[in-house]
């Protein structure tokens, strides 16, 4: 069973549905769950567009908060800075977590092959089990 679960969220529908399978998770394991989101902007080196991406991942994370209370799961939020993958990995470690939750957005074949999926990324680099929802 999982101990520590960690739910990377941005808000898309794909995310809201592994919030979903991370509530049941952690719902039957008696875990809490760590939500991170995370800050990044297309625009290198632009603190204002990254304090924008910053308010926008807390004001989806504040709403999860709620849903967490109705379904009894203690949860736990956070926004880090960075490249998605890699900020999702260097949680789920620093964490310790035995579990990490992620949406999948499906996309077109063009698409996955010029843009990657960061759910592969973070199954290719997570040192612990990665359940992917979509």
């Known amino acids: 069973m999982f101990s520590k679960i960690l739910l990377a969220y941005d808000?898309?529908?794909?995310?809201?549905?592994?919030?979903?399978?991370a509530v049941e998770v952690a719902q039957?394991?008696?875990?809490?769950l760590h939500v991170v989101a995370v800050a990044w902007s297309a625009e290198v080196e632009t603190h204002a567009s990254l304090d924008k991406a910053r308010v926008q991942c807390w004001e989806y994370l504040k709403r999860l908060r709620d849903r967490g209370v109705e379904a009894k799961v203690d949860?736990?939020?956070e926004v880090v800075e960075g490249t998605c993958s890699e900020q999702i990995v260097a949680a789920a470690d620093r964490?310790?977590?035995?579990?990490i939750v992620i949406g999948h957005r499906k996309r077109r074949l063009l698409s996955r092959l010029a843009e990657g999926s960061l759910a592969k990324r973070v199954i290719d680099h997570a040192h612990c089990c990665v359940?992917?929802?979509g």
Request: charged share 25%; no cysteine.
């Open 95 to 99: 964490l310790d977590a035995d579990l």
């Open 131 to 133: 359940l992917v929802a």
């Open 28 to 32: 039957q394991a008696h875990a809490p």
């Open 11 to 21: 808000g898309t529908e794909p995310s809201d549905l592994a919030f979903e399978r």
């Open 75 to 77: 949860l736990d939020l």
